[in-house]
């Protein structure tokens, strides 16, 4: 294969990987459905090759399951599972606020403070509703995880685990944690990075996920009732 159209196959790749990812983690593709070769090809109007990739790529990140006999599924949310996510989660980012507190620049500090006020006046606006979902440059986490400037933890935190965080966000969508009490966490672990307190980020940062993953662990266990 060229590597033109060896880039090219690999750029399809890439694209399908977004697009089926986003497609799983907002119920488009159902829990524990089979993930059709041929289906999602004629869908998708690709090859069967940068999809296989594809696949291979979503089962790395935890979307999807292969087993012999049975083929690609999409993964079924379970609470057994969410807490082993969440404690790594929570380890990880803990590390994340840590590390921020040497590594952050004051241009990323101003702009998270205006991202929280822009996230304030959201709730403001909205009598207290829970916010959008936030992803990429417009998520907290994702910022204070990037201001690390360690690029073992961003490849595992936002490469990897958090499409499996944003799904299991998804699923139990109602029941989030309280947005006006997450803002407030959200403010309180960045005054402690921009005040130079490392163990004190830490310590907010672990306790914040904590929380949330208490909340889900709630959410779960309802829904499977």
């Known amino acids: 294969m060229s590597a033109s159209k060896k880039n090219k196959t690999q750029t399809i790749s890439e694209e399908l990987v977004t697009y089926l990812s986003n497609s799983i983690i907002q119920g488009e593709l159902k829990q524990g459905s089979k993930v059709s070769e041929t289906e999602l090809a004629q869908r998708y109007g690709v090859s069967r090759g940068p999809l296989?990739?594809?696949?291979?790529?979503?089962?790395?990140?935890?979307?999807?399951?292969?087993?012999?006999?049975?083929?690609?599924?999409?993964?079924?949310?379970?609470?057994?599972?969410?807490?082993?996510?969440?404690?790594?989660?929570?380890?990880?980012?803990?590390?994340?606020?840590?590390?921020?507190?040497?590594?952050?620049?004051?241009?990323?500090?101003?702009?998270?403070?205006?991202?929280?006020?822009?996230?304030?006046?959201?709730?403001?606006?909205?009598?207290?509703?829970?916010?959008?979902?936030?992803d990429g440059n417009y998520d907290f986490h994702n910022r204070i995880?990037?201001?690390?400037?360690?690029?073992?933890?961003?490849?595992?935190?936002?490469?990897?685990?958090?499409?499996?965080?944003?799904?299991?966000?998804?699923?139990?969508?109602?029941?989030?944690?309280?947005?006006?009490?997450?803002?407030?966490?959200?403010?309180?672990?960045?005054?402690?990075?921009?005040n130079k307190e490392a163990d004190l980020a830490e310590l907010l940062m672990r306790r914040h996920i904590s929380r949330s993953r208490i909340v889900l662990e709630k959410a779960l266990m309802n829904q499977h009732r």
């Not at 965080?165 to 009490?181: E, F, G, I, K, W």
Request: glycine share 4%.
């Open 52 to 134: 296989r990739e594809a696949i291979v790529t979503l089962e790395g990140l935890g979307l999807v399951t292969r087993a012999a006999n049975i083929g690609a599924r999409v993964v079924e949310l379970n609470t057994e599972d969410m807490i082993h996510t969440f404690s790594v989660r929570e380890s990880l980012e803990g590390m994340a606020a840590r590390l921020a507190v040497e590594n952050i620049s004051d241009q990323e500090l101003s702009d998270l403070y205006n991202l929280l006020d822009k996230h304030e006046d959201y709730l403001t606006q909205n009598n207290g509703e829970h916010y959008i979902q936030q």
């Open 145 to 194: 995880i990037k201001a690390s400037r360690n690029p073992k933890l961003i490849t595992l935190l936002i490469d990897e685990l958090y499409s499996l965080v944003r799904m299991y966000r998804q699923q139990t969508a109602d029941s989030r944690p309280d947005p006006v009490q997450a803002l407030k966490e959200h403010r309180s672990i960045l005054d402690a990075i921009a």
